[in-house]
């Protein structure tokens, strides 16, 4: 199982409509910094590598008015400011337009976050990156872990795909998506980044083993 070619870079475009109704997100400043932090590790660990010149991942968090997501086409490597995030305030699924407070669009993966916060209470944070030994890895990872695996692959970023994957992952904490990445969900954010590391560190072992 690997990549579909057109997943590889993730967040080239959006395609759905992003209304700006302020230009800086709500402070959430321990969230934030966690944020920040997570989008590091992921970088550091090989979780998001650049593909196209940005990094392939989003991570979120969820907030009383929606939630605050990394924005499109970003690096998260780059000491990233709290003023880059993108707080989503309202999804709009029939208009296909995204309500955010913020400078930056929002990840293209934003109608997954989406999902996952409204199928799910229990969870407060959302991680998505690519993973190529992971996805090479899949079978033996789900026999070790609670890990979903999506039944196809599909190109990301469609509301179909955010509702198919919201729906396979059911209430799993780690799902693979075939053909694209993972998605690692917590209920706080060093949940959804541990599980995230844990499970590509196996990997990385399996890989040696093999
Ligand atoms: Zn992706």
């Known amino acids: 199982m690997s990549m579909l070619e057109g997943n590889r870079e993730c967040g080239i475009r959006h395609r759905f409509e992003v209304r700006h109704r302020d230009r800086a997100p709500n402070r959430h400043p321990a969230e934030m910094e966690q944020l920040i932090h997570w989008c590091q590790v992921f970088d550091h660990e090989g979780l998001a590598p650049v593909e ?26 780059s000491n990233l400011d709290w003023r ?22 929002p990840s293209s993966d934003s109608f997954l976050h989406e999902r996952l916060y409204a199928l799910r ?26 890990i979903a695996v999506t ?39 060093s949940a959804a980044g541990e599980l995230a590391v844990t499970i590509h560190r196996r990997a990385v072992e399996i890989s040696k083993q093999a």
Do not use: W
């Not at 605050?68 to 998260?76: A, C, D, G, K, M």
């Not at 880059?84 to 669009?105: C, I, P, S, T, Y």
């Not at 969870?123 to 996805?135: E, I, T």
């Open 52 to 77: 196209g010149g940005a990094s392939a991942g989003n991570l979120s968090f969820r907030t009383s008015a929606g939630f605050v997501i990394t924005p499109t086409r970003s690096l998260l490597k």
């Open 84 to 105: 880059a995030f993108v707080e989503v305030v309202r999804v709009d699924r029939r208009g296909f337009a995204l309500h955010v407070l913020g400078e930056h669009a």
């Open 121 to 146: 209470p229990d969870v407060m944070a959302v991680f998505h990156g690519h993973d190529d030994l992971v996805l090479t890895h899949a079978d033996a990872l789900a026999r070790e872990f609670p």
């Open 151 to 189: 039944g196809e692959a599909r190109l990301f970023g469609t509301l179909d795909d955010a509702e198919d994957t919201a729906r396979e992952m059911g209430s799993a904490p780690y799902c693979i998506r075939k053909g694209h990445g993972f998605v690692s969900v917590g209920r706080t954010l």
